[in-house]
């Protein structure tokens, strides 16, 4: 997770501390989506479930087929409790009895690396880091928060670029444990996504 966040600030500063950006290399546009999203982990349903999200993204062309593109989006992730929760948290400060349904909504930073294959497809890859900003859950005793703030993952997908649109699907695994009721079980989440990006300019 350490080196995720290291590449992270290195890329963003390389990026924007080069004095070769032109404006004409920008595109930008916003973007939509639906994500299964699961966190796998001791005391959890494994079990991917539907939510959604959306945001903005830019790129620009480093090459003819290279592109950065940074994307911002708020996206609603949906876990499951397990069945056996209090088996692993009761003793430690897990709610006994807690709900069973998760709703966290994370703000996203996903720095990717687009190559266009060839001009109708895309492939791009990265790191991400998400901020939790609205928590519906109740699985530790004492009110705090079940999950831990931050979320870094990496970033993998592919895109058909149909003009001015784009359909994706990517994959987000996440590399940090996300666990804040034990220390004792690591929670990673997963998440797939599908939707399409619209360029506005």
């Known amino acids: 997770m350490k080196l995720v966040l290291k590449l992270t600030v290195i890329i963003v500063f390389v990026f924007f501390s080069s004095q070769t950006l032109e404006a004409q ?5 916003v973007k939509a989506d639906l994500n299964y999203a ?4 001791n005391g959890l349903k494994n079990k991917y479930t539907l939510g959604y999200g959306g945001g903005i993204w830019a790129n620009y062309a480093i090459t003819k087929k290279f592109k950065f593109q940074p994307e911002l989006s708020l996206a609603q992730y949906n876990y ?6 209090d088996k692993y948290y009761k003793n430690d400060v897990g709610r006994v009895g807690a709900d069973k349904k998760i709703k ?15 001009r ?13 900003v609205f928590e519906d859950e109740n ?4 009110g705090k928060s079940g999950f831990k703030n931050t979320d870094v993952g990496v970033v993998g997908g592919v895109q058909a670029n149909l003009g001015s649109v ?8 996440g590399l940090s444990n996300i666990n804040n009721v034990s220390t004792k079980y690591k929670w990673n ?13």
């Open 189 to 201: 989440s997963q998440r797939a996504e599908f939707g399409i990006a619209i360029r506005i300019k």
């Open 104 to 118: 966290l909504a994370y703000v996203n930073l996903p720095l990717l690396l687009r190559y266009d294959i060839i």
């Open 166 to 173: 784009g359909v994706f699907g990517r994959f987000t695994q």
């Open 38 to 41: 699961a966190a796998m982990g």
């Open 80 to 85: 499951t409790k397990g069945d056996d929760f």
């Open 25 to 29: 290399n920008w595109h930008y546009g």
């Open 120 to 132: 109708w497809v895309s492939v791009f890859a990265g790191p991400q880091i998400g901020i939790a």
């Open 139 to 142: 699985l530790r005793k004492d």
